[in-house]
């Protein structure tokens, strides 16, 4: 029994020394370690706002070029519509067009009406003549998905020059029957004017 008494006052001895200990270390100590704690707690995380520019960093080359090939292929997909409407609109004024030769630019009433018109045609001939150079160039260096359309727009180009030019003939041929009347006019009207002078 002494032991067990001996044994009960050490333990009485080393909870005293230990509690005492603890319990003043354990008030400054707690505030110190919740100090610490509030200290290395990270700050209440914001929430981000995302603008364009950011969103813009996170691609990559590969989402880059994505985008522009399918802005390219809705571009070619809107220009094809165009002419496909632009050809249907043709094909109707061809249908409803009388047949035979294509009208001249107007009828012109005397020669001088008739270099007016060709004057008109000749510039319009000189513009499309541009246009063809222009649609050449560019089918020289369209690359290979486009040279299809390009070589398109250079064949109307160059259908387009040729029905100027069968205007301007006709309007020349034209020019030369006004001119020739006009003169048997005049040859008649000198002829009736000498033969009524005594």
Not at 28 to 37: E, L, V
Request: charged residues 25%; proline residues 7%.
């Amino acid at each position: 029994m002494r032991n067990q008494v001996h044994f009960g006052s050490f333990l009485a001895v080393a909870v005293l020394l230990v509690c005492p200990c603890a319990g003043a270390q354990g008030t400054p100590d707690n505030s110190a370690a919740t100090t610490q704690q509030a200290a290395q707690k990270p700050a209440a995380k914001t929430r981000k706002t995302w603008t364009d520019d950011d969103i813009s960093s996170l691609r990559t080359p590969a989402d880059n070029y994505a985008r522009e090939k399918e802005a390219q292929a809705a571009v070619a997909a809107s220009k094809q519509e165009e002419e496909a409407n632009a050809a249907k609109q043709q094909a109707a004024a061809r249908a409803s067009a009388p047949a035979g030769p294509p009208p001249a630019l107007s009828n012109p009433k005397s020669p001088a009406d008739a270099d007016l018109m060709i004057a008109w045609e000749q510039r319009d001939l000189d513009a499309q003549q541009e246009a063809v150079d222009r649609a050449r160039q560019e089918l020289a260096t369209a690359p290979p998905e486009e040279q299809a359309q390009k070589q398109k727009e250079l064949n109307q180009y160059l259908q387009n020059v040729e029905e100027v030019k069968k205007e301007m003939q006709a309007l020349t041929q034209q020019r030369k029957e006004l001119t020739k009347k006009a003169k048997e006019k005049d040859q008649v009207e000198s002829a009736g004017l000498q033969t009524d002078t005594p």
